[in-house]
């Protein structure tokens, strides 16, 4: 129940951001009121998730550490939905502007290649590494203290 309630309030985040940025602020603008949008659900998710950490130690229960980790999981989407969607809107802009075929498809799909295949590097060379360590020591510690690894 509680995940439906978080995808709720998600998705009822993103929503408004898109009947009020999208819609109704700058309806003629697209692009530019989904940047604002995601900016604005970045920030105010940055702020919801530091005022979460500052009083994580409330949160001494299985259950209310399980909440808390719902409730990350909820906020880092609406921020991941809404950069999507900005890139999809500028995907939608490509496709039109350059339509050297097949309505736009073959632009479309030259980003669609070529933006992963330029992020794969940092993230292999950068972002890997560190998160195997960071799993590395979580699992030695649930090693060492099994009990603590029950409730985390």
Same mark, same amino acid.
């Given at each position: 129940?509680?995940?439906?309630?978080?995808?709720?309030?998600?998705?009822?985040?993103?929503?408004?951001?898109?009947?009020?940025?999208?819609?109704?602020?700058?309806?003629?603008?697209?692009?530019?009121?989904?940047?604002?949008?995601?900016?604005?659900?970045?920030?105010?998710?940055?702020?919801?998730?530091?005022?979460?950490?500052?009083f994580?130690?409330?949160?001494?229960?299985?259950?209310?550490?399980?909440?808390?980790?719902?409730?990350?999981?909820?906020?880092?989407?609406?921020?991941?939905?809404?950069?999507e969607q900005?890139?999809?809107?500028?995907?939608?802009?490509?496709?039109?502007? =350059?339509?050297?075929?097949?309505?736009?498809? /073959?632009? %479309?799909?030259?980003?669609?290649?070529?933006?992963? @295949? +330029?992020?794969? &590097?940092? =993230?292999?060379?950068?972002?890997?590494?560190? /998160?195997? %360590?960071?799993e590395?020591?979580?699992?030695?510690? @649930? +090693?060492?203290? &099994?009990?603590?690894?029950?409730?985390?």
């Amino acid at each position: 129940l509680k995940v439906v309630i978080i995808m709720h309030v998600a998705w009822g985040f993103l929503l408004w951001g898109q009947w009020e940025f999208h819609d109704h602020l700058f309806p003629t603008q697209g692009l530019f009121g989904n940047i604002l949008f995601a900016l604005l659900a970045t920030f105010v998710c940055l702020g919801v998730l530091l005022g979460m950490a500052k009083f994580s130690a409330v949160a001494t229960t299985r259950e209310a550490k399980q909440t808390y980790d719902i409730v990350t999981t909820g906020i880092s989407l609406v921020a991941a939905w809404s950069w999507e969607q900005t890139f999809n809107t500028c995907f939608e802009i490509v496709g039109q502007a =350059y339509q050297v075929g097949y309505e736009g498809l /073959v632009p %479309k799909l030259v980003l669609s290649v070529v933006v992963p @295949a +330029a992020v794969l &590097p940092l =993230y292999l060379s950068y972002i890997r590494p560190e /998160v195997n %360590k960071f799993e590395e020591e979580a699992e030695a510690l @649930a +090693a060492l203290h &099994p009990s603590e690894a029950e409730d985390a």
